[in-house]
């Protein structure tokens, strides 16, 4: 029997027009947390869902600041960045129980950047056996959940973390 994917949510970046300008620096200067799945905010950085996610629970830990390189970055940002990645790490645990979680950034389009020219860390949850015929012969990708409840979820997980 056939299984199917559904997924209709990726239709709209299919299909649609390429946006004018950096989508991390209007999420930086929009108010729309929720609407931009924004789950915290630092005051150099911000935490995000990805919208098109390797697997469930996948976010980012974005720049304010539209630089592309890590030595870009002054002191208090790169200290941010590492305290806003923590608490990402913290609250994808609490909110997953993944096995692992693969941190990473890629730099420059040719290096896989979606978004080039503005850094963002990637926090990708894992799972024991989460690699199988989909990703490696289909070349696609099942996320078994909406990102609204991703978004749920993991707000919920970063406000019962303790302050720092």
Do not use: K
Not at 106 to 127: C, E, Q
């Amino acid at each position: 029997m056939m299984g199917r994917l559904y997924a209709p949510w990726r239709s709209a970046y299919l299909m649609g027009e390429p946006e004018d300008g950096c989508l991390f620096c209007r999420f930086a200067a929009e108010p729309e947390d929720r609407a931009n799945l924004v789950l915290e905010r630092g005051e150099r950085w911000f935490v995000v869902v990805n919208r098109y996610p390797y697997t469930t629970g996948h976010v980012m830990v974005v720049c304010n600041r539209h630089v592309e390189r890590m030595s870009d970055f002054d002191e208090r940002e790169r200290a941010e960045m590492v305290r806003l990645m923590s608490r990402a790490e913290r609250a994808v645990r609490a909110a997953y129980s993944p096995d692992g979680i693969n941190l990473g950034a890629n730099l420059g389009r040719s290096a896989g950047a979606g978004i080039a020219g503005h850094f963002h860390m990637h926090l990708v949850p894992r799972w024991q056996g989460d690699t199988n015929f989909m990703s490696s012969v289909g070349e696609t990708r099942v996320v078994s959940e909406d990102l609204n409840d991703t978004y749920d979820r993991l707000r919920a997980a970063l406000a019962a973390l303790p302050e720092e």
